[in-house]
T-cell receptor, first 112, second 118 residues
Framework: DAKTTQPPSMDCAEGRAANLPCNHSTISGNEYVYWYRQIHSQGPQYIIHGLKNNETNEMASLIITEDRKSSTLILPHATLRDTAVYYCIVRVIGAAGNKLTFGGGTRVLVKP | NAGVMQNPRHLVRRRGQEARLRCSPMKGHSHVYWYRQLPEEGLKFMVY????????ESGMPKERFSAEFPKEGPSILRIQQVVRGDSAAYFC????????????????FGEGSWLTVV
């Protein structure tokens, strides 16, 4: 699976949008971009994923650049409960692949 | 939402004992993954199983660790002769089979089993 690069940490003000960048310049055409987060002492939580189109769900929006070499996760109105480590992962889905490989992620601190 | 169920949530074992961690995947999921997270470290892949088959065990320690996912019942991660270094959070995850559309093939995690070796 292609590797990703994320900033190690970022702060965000409560109520404001949080924009989390991710670089995946070696992504292959069959690899999806996935975002998960891990709140302290909990299991990783799935947020959103996409292939090449922008995606939105009740938690977040995912913006993928046209060349697919980078993406941005947007939390529209950050709350204190969004404080977590956010992981951007590229994943190939198929018999030989499938698993998620976690990097260091971005530690997001939402401040009042 | 009947998610991925793991038990026990917390387990204490003395050095040399065996630890068994169980994982029931989400309904309809036939693939199971185990991850380990040492204190203050990241999530490390251990093993990926399908019913009755190990697909990828590239992250499993060579000794003392084994995993199974029988035709009936939960997946089991077994650690024999535990040592203090095995103290960690062990997360199980599941996903549908690869016969499902790729856009739906999301992996979901359980809340983890915390193993403490004393």
């Amino acid at each position: 699976d292609a590797k990703t690069t994320q900033p190690p940490s970022m702060d965000c003000a409560e109520g404001r949008a949080a924009n989390l960048p991710c670089n995946h310049s070696t992504i292959s055409g069959n690899e999806y971009v996935y975002w998960y987060r891990q709140i302290h002492s909990q299991g990783p939580q799935y947020i959103i994923h996409g292939l090449k189109n922008n995606e939105t769900n009740e938690m977040a929006s995912l913006i993928i650049t046209e060349d697919r070499k980078s993406s941005t996760l947007i939390l529209p109105h950050a709350t204190l409960r969004d404080t977590a480590v956010y992981y951007c992962i590229v994943r190939v889905i198929g018999a030989a692949g499938n698993k998620l490989t976690f990097g260091g992620g971005t530690r997001v601190l939402v401040k009042p | 939402n009947a998610g991925v169920m793991q038990n026990p949530r917390h387990l204490v074992r003395r050095r040399g004992q065996e630890a068994r961690l169980r994982c029931s995947p989400m309904k309809g999921h036939s693939h199971v993954y185990w991850y380990r997270q040492l204190p203050e470290e990241g999530l490390k892949f251990m093993v990926y199983l399908q019913k009755e088959n190990i697909i990828d065990e590239s992250g499993m320690p060579k000794e003392r660790f084994s995993a199974e996912f029988p035709k009936e019942g939960p997946s089991i991660l077994r650690i024999q002769q535990v040592v203090r270094g095995d103290s960690a959070a062990y997360f199980c995850a599941s996903s549908p089979g690869i016969d499902r559309p790729r856009s739906e093939n999301t992996i979901y995690f359980g809340e983890g089993s915390w193993l403490t070796v004393v």
